[in-house]
């Protein structure tokens, strides 16, 4: 269990950097957005799964691995980045002129979703540096690896949840304003337009 003293310092740390905007904050405000907080949320389970892989896997050393084989890791970049500009011209070419409760511009199934936020958070090269250069300063090598990385990477888990539904409600807020009239189009393009560039952003790293 990592010391008190530990904990006040990396919590704020950790929420702070995830409350930056970012890659993963982006897809949850554009998926809020688009599907609404209930649906956002099977996206968010993928990626808090994948960055608490991303922090163990930085930790135990997995890192080196990937960086002796970038490809494997630009495969998983660019097959992610593809999927998300996929989706977002779909919606872009949406000719919806109202949405409906029952009926939302881009419907993926859960498992889409899912996969969708863990490829985005173990794909995403900067969540890599951050784990590398930050979680091992709050590692003590006298005290049980296994314990202190449990208690950090749920810390992780919780505080990017709590950021993204923070994104993924302020999304909503917007998607209800836009909803207004026929306005359902301008949310099209600006959802699609922003899963777009969020899928180049992803691809190009």
Do not use: H
Not at 36 to 51: D, F, N, Q, S, Y
Not at 152 to 169: D, H, K, N
């Amino acid at each position: 269990m990592p010391d008190f003293a530990v904990l006040a310092v990396f919590i704020p740390t950790f929420f702070f950097v995830s409350i930056t905007p970012g890659l993963c904050m982006t897809l949850a405000m554009t998926l809020g957005m688009s599907l609404g907080l209930r649906r956002t949320l099977w996206m968010m389970l993928g990626e808090v799964v994948g960055v608490a892989l991303v922090a163990i896997a930085a930790v135990m050393g997995v890192a080196a691995v990937m960086l002796n084989y970038p490809q494997v890791f630009n495969v998983l970049r660019w097959v992610g980045g593809a999927y998300l500009v996929y989706v977002g011209i779909k919606m872009w070419r949406d000719k919806s002129q109202r949405l409906s409760a029952q009926q939302l511009v881009v419907a993926p199934s859960n498992l889409a979703l899912v996969s969708q936020g863990f490829v985005t958070a173990i794909a995403n090269p900067k969540g890599w540096a951050f784990m590398i250069s930050l979680l091992p300063p709050f590692l003590s090598l006298s005290k049980p690896l296994g314990l202190q990385l449990s208690v950090l990477v749920g810390i992780i888990m919780c505080s990017e949840f709590v950021c993204m539904t923070a994104y993924a409600t302020g999304g909503k807020s917007l998607r209800l304003f836009l909803n207004r009239g026929d306005n359902l189009k301008w949310l099209n393009r600006i959802a699609g337009g922003l899963l777009i560039g969020v899928g180049v952003w992803l691809a190009l790293g």
